[in-house]
């Protein structure tokens, strides 16, 4: 499992930062993440000048990780993985309950899915190759890395007292150690796959977005949601013509992004409002395989804890299979 391989990975690296020091450039109140860090750093790079002149254990480790090209260049692979990962759990999921549950799929909608899977794969396989090649020994964590007096070099460029000629001094580092990066990063696997195959990320992407309007049009017309505010047009319309327009944007959106699990949902509620229980059933199992679960195999929920949607739709396609069961004695 190609997933399971890089999340272990992940979970690896997120131990040697800590025997780093890394996570001290987070706040003490901040739950200390692998996704909290990148952001944090993220946020400091863009006005070093913020940060550097503090002179603190923060700047520091800011000017540690600046300077920590490995770190950087895992930073840059690490965009998004959680999402190829969902992608492909998601997908086979989707797959797998088409071939033995409830879900029904158009020929488009199946071949969309297969060539969503083979994308994220393919990404996650290149990320795994990428954090493989650039691991580091544990045993060493605390002991390597920018050095001291580097880091010192870094931070007294903030301290120069004119300020074009400190300007000047940081822009030639910050390009120094931007040189860096991408010197290694065109030797890693995901920045050459993402080129490879950009056409198909963009059009990932596009379809993506186009959902996610859809979504957003779904969430406005369908009545029983109150986290919307309803513009005076839609508010206009009965109920029943409202899940009716929800339901037609959920459905469209599906067709674009058929792994979006609030879609399923919408189109579940309003199939199951408006359409009847065959559409409904099979919009409601798939929104379950995109929680990674299964109707019939109660190891997939059994001890965790559901949600209100998903403890719903997991009743209602249970109690449509015993029903259909029993009409088939």
Avoid: C
Wanted: hydrophobic share 45%.
């Amino acid at each position: 499992d190609v997933a399971r391989d890089v999340a272990v990975l992940v979970s690896v690296t997120e131990g040697f930062y800590r025997e780093r020091g890394y996570f001290d450039l987070l706040d003490p109140l901040e739950e200390p993440t692998l996704d909290a860090l990148h952001d944090k750093f993220e946020t400091y790079s863009q006005d070093p000048g913020s940060i550097a002149p503090r002179r603190d254990f923060v700047a520091r480790t800011f000017a540690r990780l600046f300077l920590d090209t490995r770190f950087r260049a895992r930073l840059e692979v690490l965009r998004g993985w959680q999402a190829e990962a969902a992608e492909v759990r998601g997908g086979l999921g989707v797959l797998r309950s088409a071939a033995h549950g409830f879900v029904t799929l158009d020929e488009l909608q199946g071949q969309n899915i297969a060539r969503r899977i083979d994308l994220a794969a393919a990404a996650l396989r290149s990320l795994r190759n990428d954090l493989s090649s650039l691991r580091e020994a544990m045993e060493t964590a605390a002991m390597t890395g920018p050095d001291d007096q580097e880091v010192d070099e870094f931070l007294a460029l903030f301290d120069i007292g004119e300020r074009a000629a400190r300007e000047a001094r940081v822009a030639e580092a910050v390009a120094v150690a931007d040189d860096r990066i991408h010197r290694m990063s065109e030797l890693l696997f995901l920045p050459r796959l993402e080129a490879a195959a950009s056409d198909d990320f963009a059009r990932r992407a596009a379809d993506a977005s186009r959902a996610r309007s859809l979504l957003e049009a779904a969430r406005v017309a369908f009545p029983e949601n109150d986290e919307t505010e309803t513009p005076r047009e839609i508010a206009r319309l009965s109920k029943s013509r409202r899940r009716k327009l929800a339901r037609e944007n959920a459905v469209l959106g599906l067709a674009y992004d058929p792994l979006n699990d609030e879609l399923a949902w919408i189109a579940a509620e309003t199939s199951r409002l408006v359409y009847g229980e065959l559409e409904a059933v099979s919009h409601y199992d798939r929104f379950l395989a995109l929680r990674g679960i299964v109707h019939s195999d109660d190891r997939t929920y059994n001890g965790r804890a559901l949600t209100e949607r998903e403890t719903g739709a997991l009743f209602y396609v249970q109690e449509f299979e015993r029903i259909t069961e029993g009409a088939g004695r």
